[in-house]
């Protein structure tokens, strides 16, 4: 028994013309290979699906049995059987594989490559030759809007064919996407508008290039979400389209017809959606052309117009659904996406947690539920932004770097919430820890005060019995007991206290992090506005982690270093203070153009009052202020007035003067003579080389018992070397008596020079 195909068939019909035409030679507008791909790529679909139109011919007169063969050479080729072409179309009966629907896909881009093929050879060609290729060309377009037309009406009966099948028929039949049926409805419009604009009819063509280009519009909307590749190739199908719309208005314009307002807006989905739904209403009645069929009960027309009229256009969408404002433009997101679905929830949120008591364990966990969420949606946003590079790179659009914009700033708002939202649960922390040191300082304060419990057994021990020996003894157990009792809890609330600060500080650590992330998002560090706000919040958190450590060095009776963290962190609000009058000078305020807003640390102003106390004066006298003074804001509250002396005066502060040293230029001592052209002595005419040379000779000189037959010889050669450099020895000394006589003369006539050439010995 044949079971039914319920599943839907993928014609993907955009994405197969596409990948055709830039593989096998549209790439180079190269018609002729386009056509030839496609006549193969034709005939093979016919051969695996069974649909061959070639048939061998049998011989009708077959030959004797006793008739010779006849003689052929071997290097004859063997004729190829006969064949006869019988026609089979391919109808909504026949076509049972998706084979079949592609062999028609196939085939009309076959016609419509020739016919582009041969219109541009009729640009080069005579003007005969010209007119007849025109012509030509005009047939093969019209066979391609025919072919086109069949191709809709195929995938149309199919589509309706499976929607009204009952469970219980056997029949087989394909089944597609109203997607792929919006496609095919595209297609046969563009074949026909381009027959229809080389036969000169404007007003036709116009409105078939519209009609495609609303159905690509639909296809782009509904698949804009889930499949950003799709979308890519339908914006491009639109673009190729534009020319056309362009020139046809152009050519009604020139004579003399005025453009009807019931055509839609080339700009506005909106229009174009209307008017998709329109033609499918006219369709389906029998109004215009194509296959249309179809009763007022048609199934598949009420699909179709449920699928238009939930995708919706953009602008609606925009308005009424979720968005998200950054850097002052607010970006529109569709409801049905996860994407969206999560903003909104976000929102709704964010109102019910800013209306929560500040502090409380419901306002932190609706912080950490907003943390986690905004995580998630970060995380889709990537994702859509990798999706759109990828479709990038495949197809290039019009709307590409317009797109590619939008899921970046999409993207990075979601990381700017993620990161704003992870800054104020960090502040309720923070708060919490604080104020838990403060509830721990002020039991331990408490507990100093108030008698002890060994005391108070003393007394009630004397005043019952009245026995020396039981007082005495109880006495003793009081004295020894309290002390260890005290110091206890002493040094468990001091740990405690630390631990808390400690964390504190960790917590104010990760705040100043997520800011900067913040301030190295290539998003805002390209804005001014963005970077100056991210700057004051991170100087303000810099200035209440200044303040915690001070607050901690205090505790440890660290004076010094307590100041020095002050004074940094009025530094620190010193920078958050004229930030924040610069934003307020040109009256930029971030609630106009960011959501969630940039937030601060509560209490600024306490915060400020308290790093200018500490950074005054810190005498010993703050161990009495901290003992008996109540905490606040997790702080010790500061009043140096009835105590005011010099820093100097602190125990254990050795004032040390630091001195920079500063680097002095200084010409150098013998400048002027590196330059006075004074010749320098030489070394191999000193007297301690002339010494070792004459040594040399001495020792040359001395005989040392040399052959018989000619020691005669050697001693006259030796004796003519030992004369000839006896005179050359003074006429280099006579030479140099006379160079001597030279400079004494120069020397009394020049002065200085003079004076300075003699001292470094000239020859």
């Known amino acids: 028994m044949d079971?039914?195909?319920?599943?839907?068939?993928?014609?993907?019909?955009?994405?197969?013309?596409?990948?055709?035409?830039?593989?096998?030679?549209?790439?180079?507008?190269?018609?002729?290979?386009?056509?030839?791909?496609?006549?193969?790529?034709?005939?093979?679909?016919?051969?695996?699906?069974?649909?061959?139109?070639?048939?061998?011919?049998?011989?009708?007169?077959?030959?004797?049995?006793?008739?010779?063969?006849?003689?052929?050479?071997?290097?004859?080729?063997?004729?190829?059987?006969?064949?006869?072409?019988?026609?089979?179309?391919?109808?909504?009966?026949?076509?049972?594989?998706?084979?079949?629907?592609?062999?028609?896909?196939?085939?009309?881009?076959?016609?419509?490559?020739?016919?582009?093929?041969?219109?541009?050879?009729?640009?080069v060609a005579d003007p005969t030759s010209a007119n007849q290729k025109r012509r030509h060309a005009l047939k093969k377009l019209k066979l391609a809007a025919a072919?086109?037309?069949?191709?809709?009406?195929?995938?149309?009966?199919?589509?309706?064919?499976?929607?009204?099948?009952?469970?219980?028929?056997?029949?087989?039949?394909?089944?597609?996407h109203p997607t792929d049926i919006l496609e095919v409805r595209a297609y046969a419009a563009t074949m026909q508008g381009r027959y229809l604009i080389e036969l000169r009819q404007w007003q036709p063509a116009l409105d078939a290039y519209l009609a495609a280009k609303a159905a690509y519009l639909a296809v782009m909307q509904v698949c804009a979400d889930a499949d950003p590749t799709h979308a890519a190739l339908c914006q491009a199908a639109i673009d190729s389209l534009d020319p056309h719309v362009r020139f046809a208005m152009y050519s009604l314009t020139k004579l003399g017809v005025h453009v009807n307002a019931d055509t839609p807006d080339l700009d506005s989905q909106q229009d174009a959606l209307a008017h998709l739904i329109e033609l499918s209403s006219r369709r389906a009645a029998g109004g215009s052309g194509g296959s249309g069929a179809g009763d007022e009960d048609d199934v598949l027309q009420s699909q179709l117009d449920a699928l238009l009229s939930a995708a919706g256009p953009a602008t609606s969408t925009a308005a009424s659904g979720p968005s998200l404002t950054f850097l002052g433009t607010k970006y529109g997101l569709r409801a049905s996406t996860p994407l969206g679905q999560l903003v909104a929830q976000l929102h709704d949120l964010a109102h019910t947690a800013a209306k929560l008591p500040a502090g409380s364990k419901q306002q932190l966990a609706a912080y950490q539920s907003l943390v986690s969420m905004a995580l998630q949606a970060e995380k889709l946003a990537e994702k859509d932004v990798a999706s759109n590079q990828a479709a990038a790179l495949k197809v290039a659009t019009s709307t590409t770097g317009a797109q590619a914009t939008r899921v970046q700033a999409i993207a990075a708002a979601c990381a700017y919430a993620r990161r704003v939202y992870s800054v104020q649960r960090n502040m309720i922390l923070i708060k919490e820890k604080l104020a838990g040191s403060n509830a721990t300082a002020a039991a331990h304060v408490g507990d100093s005060l108030t008698p002890s419990v060994g005391t108070a057994s003393v007394k009630g021990m004397a005043g019952s019995t009245g026995k020396k020996s039981r007082v005495a003894k109880g006495a003793k157990n009081a004295k020894s007991s309290a002390p260890t009792t005290k110091a206890s809890a002493t040094a468990s609330a001091a740990t405690d206290e630390k631990k808390r600060f400690a964390d504190a500080i960790r917590l104010l650590d990760l705040t100043l992090a997520n800011l900067a992330e913040l301030a190295d998002m290539p998003v805002l560090a390209s804005h001014p506005l963005a970077t100056q706000l991210v700057a004051r919040a991170r100087a303000q958190f810099d200035a209440h982690r200044m303040l915690v450590i001070a607050h901690v060095y205090t505790a440890n009776k660290q004076w010094a270093l307590a100041r020095a963290a002050a004074l940094r962190g009025v530094e620190y609000l010193g920078q958050a203070e004229s930030l924040a009058e610069h934003l307020h000078a040109n009256d930029q305020q971030e609630e106009a153009w960011m959501r969630p807003e940039m937030p601060c640390p509560l209490n600024m102003h306490a915060i400020r009052a308290e790093l200018i106390a500490r950074a005054g004066a810190l005498t010993t006298a703050e161990q009495v202020l901290a003992k008996h003074v109540a905490r606040d804001h997790g702080l010790v509250p500061m009043n140096v007035a009835p105590f005011a002396t010099s820093y100097a005066t602190a125990p254990g502060v050795v004032p040390v003067a630091r001195c920079v040293p500063i680097p002095v230029p200084a010409k150098p001592v013998f400048?002027?003579?590196?330059?006075?052209?004074?010749?320098?002595?030489?070394?191999?005419?000193?007297?301690?080389?002339?010494?070792?040379?004459?040594?040399?000779?001495?020792?040359?000189?001395?005989?040392?018992?040399?052959?018989?037959?000619?020691?005669?010889?050697?001693?006259?050669?030796?004796?003519?070397?030992?004369?000839?450099?006896?005179?050359?020895q003074l006429r280099e000394q006579q030479a140099r008596e006379m160079q001597e006589e030279e400079e004494k003369q120069q020397q009394a006539s020049s002065g200085l020079s003079g004076w300075l050439g003699g001292l470094w010995g000239g020859r």
């Open 147 to 176: 072919t086109a037309r069949s191709l809709e009406s195929i995938v149309t009966d199919l589509a309706r064919q499976s929607s009204s099948l009952s469970s219980s028929s056997s029949a087989k039949s394909l089944s597609f």
């Open 671 to 728: 400048f002027d003579l590196a330059f006075a052209e004074i010749e320098f002595p030489e070394l191999h005419d000193s007297p301690v080389e002339e010494a070792k040379e004459a040594h040399r000779e001495v020792k040359a000189e001395t005989p040392q018992q040399p052959a018989a037959a000619g020691a005669k010889a050697v001693v006259g050669g030796k004796k003519e070397r030992m004369q000839k450099k006896a005179e050359r």
């Open 3 to 123: 079971l039914i195909m319920t599943k839907a068939q993928s014609l993907a019909l955009l994405a197969t013309t596409a990948e055709a035409r830039q593989t096998y030679g549209l790439r180079h507008d190269d018609f002729q290979r386009y056509r030839s791909f496609c006549s193969r790529r034709v005939q093979r679909l016919r051969v695996a699906s069974g649909l061959k139109q070639q048939v061998p011919v049998n011989d009708p007169q077959p030959a004797p049995a006793d008739a010779k063969p006849k003689a052929t050479s071997s290097s004859k080729k063997k004729k190829q059987p006969k064949t006869k072409y019988e026609a089979k179309p391919i109808s909504s009966e026949t076509a049972t594989d998706l084979r079949h629907v592609r062999t028609l896909v196939f085939t009309t881009e076959r016609y419509w490559a020739y016919a582009n093929d041969l219109l541009e050879q009729a640009k």
